[in-house]
Nanobody, 127 residues
Framework: DVQLQASGGGLVQAGGSLRLSCAAS????????IAWFRQAPGKEREGVSG????????AYADSVKGRFTMSEDRAKNTIYLQMNALKPDDTAVYYC????????????????????WGQGTLVTVSS
């Protein structure tokens, strides 16, 4: 049974940091493109960061560049999103996702093609 389990969300003050985790079961991340998305209240789900296989290129949304870093621990079959210098605009439910189709770089932050989704973890940034 394929599952993604996201965790690590919480309440943090502006300027603070959080690290989100996403553990996979039923498959290994090695062969899948992986990504983090987020959805704020009343807004569309948007791509935050993504990693494609082969060339291991990473993509970040402009709004998080220089503040967020995506990483993985293959031994634990877990991906992470380190979020620093958090802003109230970062408040959202964060989702991890995986794709066996290895999207091209330009599509890494688009929802299409991502087969597996975690259940989401809420990040709230207070001002």
């Amino acid at each position: 049974d394929v599952q993604l389990q996201a965790s690590g969300g919480g309440l943090v003050q502006a300027g603070g940091s959080l690290r989100l985790s996403c553990a996979a079961s039923g498959f290994t991340f090695d062969d899948y493109a992986i990504a983090w998305f987020r959805q704020a209240p009343g807004k569309e789900r948007e791509g935050v960061s993504g990693l494609r296989r082969g060339d291991n290129r990473r993509a970040y949304a402009d709004s998080v560049k220089g503040r967020f870093t995506m990483s993985e621990d293959r031994a634990k079959n877990t991906i992470y999103l380190q979020m620093n210098a958090l802003k109230p605009d970062d408040t959202a439910v964060y989702y991890c996702a995986a794709s066996s189709g290895n999207p091209i770089y330009q599509n890494l932050l688009r929802r299409i093609g991502y087969t597996y989704w975690g259940q989401g973890t809420l990040v709230t940034v207070s001002s």
